[in-house]
């Protein structure tokens, strides 16, 4: 589901779970715990997220989020955004190796990173076609992500980008060639993880505390009409409709 690697205090996460490393509970939960135990994990001081093949994450598995139940659905969610605060108030560097297509949820994560490297793929949040609202914590990663003036565009024209339109408009920090991804995201995460632990952990917070807030407030008045959201047999439906729209299969 996800090989982890040690090397001079650099851990690289590769997922590797199924096809397309779809998320669903059991890899959001392996993300989210393995984000956790570095964060306290005395032998390292950066993480490298990278995928497998030519995909780094396609997103949540949709075809089991509509034949699961509801009860799978509310537990995914509350996975989900648990994975989500996981990497995104991680206090060490963590660089996003995005080998291939990042879509939705394998957007969102690339966007918690710090940096932000892709050598080949797609990257988008396609949410509103799928029919699914955003996550508080969700939406406000990709505010944080998405340079302002492209944000609207980004979310709600709901498009996913190749490789050079997605480094002109800043989704990610730079390109790099399939030989030279894990080596610049080597060097990346050595660079970030140079500087003095508690300023990087303290400057990283103040950076990111402002969208957790925002996230915390959105959530109090809306979560329950998201979850219920999510829920929906309506909004299942509309998701099997795009999948017969995108992949071809009911």
Known sequence: MIE??????????????????????????????????????????????????????????????????????????????????AMFVFPKPAVAAVNGHAIAGGAIMAFACDYRLMSAGRIGVPEALVGVP????????????????????????AR??????????????????ASDLMPRANAVARQ???????????TKRQ?????????AAVASVSADEIDALWAAPATHQHIRDYLAKTIGKK
Do not use: W
Not at 66 to 78: I, L, N, P, R, W
Not at 145 to 157: A, E, S, T
């Open 134 to 157: 955003f996550p508080p914590l969700a939406l406000e990663v990709v505010r944080f992500g998405v340079p302002k003036q492209h944000l609207q565009q980004v979310v709600l024209l």
């Open 4 to 85: 982890r690697e040690v090397a001079d205090g650099i851990a690289t996460l590769r997922l590797a779970h199924g096809k397309v490393s779809a998320l669903d509970l059991e890899l959001c939960n392996a993300i989210a715990r393995e984000f956790e135990n570095a964060a306290t994990a005395e032998d390292i001081r950066a993480v490298i997220l990278t995928g497998t093949g030519s995909t780094f994450s396609a997103g949540v598995d949709l075809r089991r989020l509509v034949d699961a139940g509801k009860a799978y659905v509310q537990d995914f969610v509350e996975a989900l955004d648990a994975m989500i605060r």
């Open 160 to 177: 996913t980008y190749e490789l050079a339109e997605a480094k002109s408009i800043g989704l990610i920090d730079e390109a790099a060639t």
């Open 207 to 215: 950076l990111r505390e402002p969208y957790v807030r925002d996230a």
């Open 192 to 202: 970030m993880a140079s500087i003095t632990p508690d300023a990087f952990r303290l």
